[in-house]
């Protein structure tokens, strides 16, 4: 599902973000990302949805060699991953229905599975009642529900959270990986970005530890 051979990255300031890194996420797997501030994690993240390119190595995600990709087939990759990052990119001008709308906008789906499909991810998530709210009159749990919601609405068969309960407290961390957890069990593979240890060591999945852009452990829980 997620492959890294022998993948490095070195910004163009000369900064190595990552070294040598081999990792395999499996399909319908969930695995912790974890390190310390400028580790890595987001970097790695980001090779696998192309916002950036690996220097070295390569990537393969669902069967696709990302160093072969063309600028231009970049969409089509991506409409097959979730990402849910930890301040929402949310539209504030917009309702809750058209921010998880936008993806199958962008995707050109008609009008009537559209809003079938929307509803179905709002209610997978608790937040059904509120499509027509603006995201400002959310709490913050809320609004990162709404951005798990515009992730998973394209049903991709991966999804990527960077940091996703950074800015929650326990109780909604907890509410969060629960819904991560409801999509795993489903089949969807999960890469989760998160320094929270304590929350990871509750979880008892299998954890990849990055340090100085260095794969320093891979296995079970922390």
């Given at each position: 599902?997620?492959r890294?051979?022998n ?5 163009e300031?000369?900064h190595?973000?990552?070294?040598h890194i081999?990792?395999?996420l499996?399909?319908?797997?969930m695995?912790f990302?974890?390190?310390h ?9 980001k090779l696998i949805?192309?916002v950036e ?6 990537v393969?995600?669902?069967?696709i060699?990302l160093?072969?990709v ?11 991953i979730?990402?849910i990052?930890?301040?929402?990119r949310l539209?504030y001008d917009r ?9 199958l906008?962008?995707a050109?789906?008609p009008h ?6 929307v509803?179905?991810?709002?209610d997978?998530?608790?937040l059904?009642k509120?499509?027509k709210l ?7 749990g ?15 068969p991966?999804?990527?959270a960077?940091?996703?309960?950074g800015n929650?407290?326990?109780?909604l961390?907890?509410?969060i ?11 969807v593979?999960?890469l989760?970005a998160s320094?929270?240890l304590?929350l990871i060591a509750r979880?008892?999945y299998?954890?990849?530890?990055l ?12």
């Amino acid at each position: 599902m997620i492959r890294f051979n022998n993948v490095s990255k070195r910004y163009e300031n000369g900064h190595d973000a990552l070294k040598h890194i081999n990792i395999t996420l499996d399909k319908g797997e969930m695995a912790f990302l974890t390190g310390h501030s400028g580790a890595g994690k987001s970097t790695l993240l980001k090779l696998i949805t192309l916002v950036e390119r690996s220097t070295r190595g390569e990537v393969i995600v669902n069967g696709i060699n990302l160093t072969k990709v063309s600028n231009r087939k970049i969409p089509f990759v991506r409409r097959h991953i979730g990402m849910i990052f930890q301040d929402h990119r949310l539209l504030y001008d917009r309702t809750v229905f058209d921010n998880v709308a936008l993806p199958l906008i962008i995707a050109g789906h008609p009008h009537r599975e559209i809003g079938r499909r929307v509803r179905a991810a709002l209610d997978k998530v608790g937040l059904l009642k509120k499509e027509k709210l603006q995201p400002v009159m959310l709490s913050g749990g809320e609004q990162q529900r709404v951005g798990i919601a515009r992730a998973v609405v394209n049903k991709p068969p991966i999804l990527l959270a960077d940091e996703p309960t950074g800015n929650l407290d326990p109780e909604l961390s907890a509410e969060i990986m629960g819904l991560f957890q409801q999509f795993n069990q489903v089949g969807v593979s999960l890469l989760v970005a998160s320094h929270d240890l304590g929350l990871i060591a509750r979880m008892k999945y299998r954890t990849i530890t990055l340090k100085d852009g260095m794969l320093v452990a891979d296995g079970g829980s922390l």
